[in-house]
RNA sequence: GGUCCGUUGGUCAAUCGGUUAAGACGCUUCCCUUUCACGGAAGAAUGAGGGGUUCGAUUCCCCUACGGACUACCA
């Protein structure tokens, strides 16, 4: 029985998406496209405490700077199953949570969360683990344990209440994980979970499953942190009698820190000093604190080089190829492939996918970051034409956009200084000579060429019996104030003859030693 | 603590019982280059430990160790 591939991104509005998450959206979206099928963004927030704003725009904003689309969902209009959004769909939990009660398979609870700490902190002085479970539930108070007309009256008068699944005390529940296989769990380890909350809201658990059902999802391909509850999952599918169009499950490997252990956190870009988050931006923490951080995208990195690397942290085609384009990755993509262990995030690794895009971006497209850099800085002057040939130059020296400029000022301004350790072991009596003869056999030249450049060069250097060896870099330095760029003559025809005589003239004023 | 999942070089990883255990990043050396980079060549570096199964285990099983996730009226 082949169904339709129809998998989705579920994530919650609590904060920034992080580039983890981002991970398992672009690999739920890679298999849908494999497969032909739908992909959608479903966004669960049943917790309303926790509800951040601007969280579901930072998400469907982040997905679509890395090339991710959706088929139906939130910020991609909708579709079919609107809506998209578990809070909207708030009423159409009610009547599968009393389909349970009614079929003896869930129960309410009237328990205060005082009386719930009381119970567990009794459990754990006893040295029992404290659950709310099928021996326990009868110490409590909920519809099991007390009489009916009481549980009537309490129903009536609107006390707080939630709704428990009543789980077998002692059954194994198997189910099978396309990437780890068969997996078994008993319902002695597990508890009678919270499926519908005293606020009127279905918890994830619930929620997740019923949408799944009515948005007819084939595959659940999530994070390695929801293999714990996959059972209960697997249980709500069974009571509900839905085991039948049951999704399979594929819980992914987890993104992990680049040092130590544990998984990647928020934390870790601005201690490590690299991105954990698609886009640069700004949310409240959970004292309310604003937090800020920064991007892959303000830290200039392509989108296309972010996708592929981040199909390859716990996927590989099995292969040699490494740079994959979108649609290759799609064509090579299965869940087969995708390891069970977390893989440590590498700065290095992540740096040299975004060198090998930005060497094979267009010119123009660089060009036009690049003159945003400029710009900003408030110069101007500058051509087009100009910028396009400067980034032509540099794309080959640079990793990140962001160094166009860091790297490549000099093409706008003035060098604000010259490189000290070129300057303290190339610079001597002869070099102030020798640059006074550049300038005046550059002088006359009407065509300035590259050609020229290194002719007039040469025959300065011949003149004063300098060695390139010597003085190669030393011109750079006058020129540029770095120790390394692009090819110097060409650098030197692009900053024009004028720019050039001026800048020698300069380094000839003040550069001592 | 309990349950579950995992474990090939520093990192990402291939191998689906038989290989000199790929490849990439990073690192080192050399070549190219009148600099830096690119490119090219070479090198160091790996099956957590212990038991089995087998003619033969990195590969299958068990134990131990280690790592991780989960353990809320959060997702």
Request: charge should be negative.
């Amino acid at each position: 029985m082949d169904r339709r591939v129809r998998v989705r991104f579920a994530p919650s509005p609590t904060g920034a998406l992080h580039i983890g998450g981002v991970r398992t959206a672009l690999y739920n979206y890679l298999f849908a496209k494999k497969h032909g099928g739908d992909f959608l963004i479903r966004i669960e927030d049943t917790d309303q405490t926790r509800y951040v704003p601007g969280a579901e725009d930072y998400i469907i904003e982040s997905l679509k700077w890395v090339g991710i689309t959706a088929d139906e969902g939130v910020g991609f209009g909708d579709g079919p199953h609107a809506p998209y959004r578990q809070s909207e769909r708030k009423p159409m939990y009610r009547q599968y949570v009393m389909q349970l009660i009614d079929a003896g398979l869930a129960y309410y609870a009237f328990d205060t969360s005082e009386e719930l700490d009381a119970m567990r902190e009794r459990l754990k002085a006893s040295n029992v683990d404290s659950k709310y479970d099928a021996i326990t539930r009868m110490a409590m108070k909920n519809s099991l344990t007390l009489p009916e007309d009481e549980v009537k009256r309490r129903l009536d008068n609107g006390d707080n209440y939630v709704v428990r699944i009543k789980l077998p005390k002692k059954e194994d529940v198997k189910f099978h994980d396309e990437i780890r296989g068969w997996v078994n769990i008993n319902t002695a380890q597990m508890d009678d979970k919270v499926l519908f909350k005293s606020d009127g809201m279905p918890t994830y658990h619930l929620a997740n499953v019923v949408d799944d059902y009515l948005m007819n999802i084939s595959h659940v391909i999530r994070g390695e942190e929801w293999l714990p509850s996959a059972p209960l999952h697997v249980l709500l599918y069974r009571y509900l009698g839905w085991e039948d169009v049951m999704p399979k499950f594929a819980h992914l490997p987890l993104l992990l820190k680049p040092d130590g252990n544990g998984k990647l956190s928020k934390r870790d870009g601005d201690r490590l000093g690299f991105p954990v988050f698609p886009l640069s931006g700004a949310f409240p923490d959970k004292d309310g604190n604003m937090e800020s951080f920064t991007g892959y995208r303000e830290s200039g990195y392509l989108p296309e080089a972010v996708l592929n690397l981040l199909a390859f942290l716990g996927w590989n085609p099995g292969s040699t190829q490494e740079i994959f384009s979108k649609q290759e990755l799609i064509d090579a993509f299965s869940l087969e492939r995708v390891s069970k262990s977390g893989a440590k995030f590498d700065q290095n690794k992540a740096k040299w996918f975004n060198q090998q895009y930005v060497r094979h971006t267009d010119n123009a497209v660089l060009a036009a970051a690049l003159k945003k850099e400029v710009e900003a800085r408030g110069i101007s002057g500058f051509s087009d034409e100009y910028i396009t040939q400067v980034c032509g130059l540099m794309k080959e020296k640079i990793s990140f956009i962001k160094e166009l400029w860091e790297m490549g000022s000099y093409f706008f301004v003035e060098p604000a200084g010259y490189d000290e350790g070129v300057i303290e072991k190339k610079w001597n009596d002869r070099s102030p000579l020798v640059l006074q003869d550049i300038i005046q056999l550059i002088r006359p030249i009407d065509q300035f060429t590259a050609f020229g450049f290194e002719a007039a060069y040469n025959d300065a250097l011949t003149k004063n019996g300098v060695s390139n060896k010597d003085f190669m870099q030393l011109l750079r330095v006058c020129l540029s104030g770095a120790a390394g760029g692009p090819p110097i003559f060409e650098m030197g025809v692009l900053f024009g003859k004028e720019v050039v005589l001026q800048r020698l003239q300069k380094a000839l004023d003040t550069i001592k030693k």
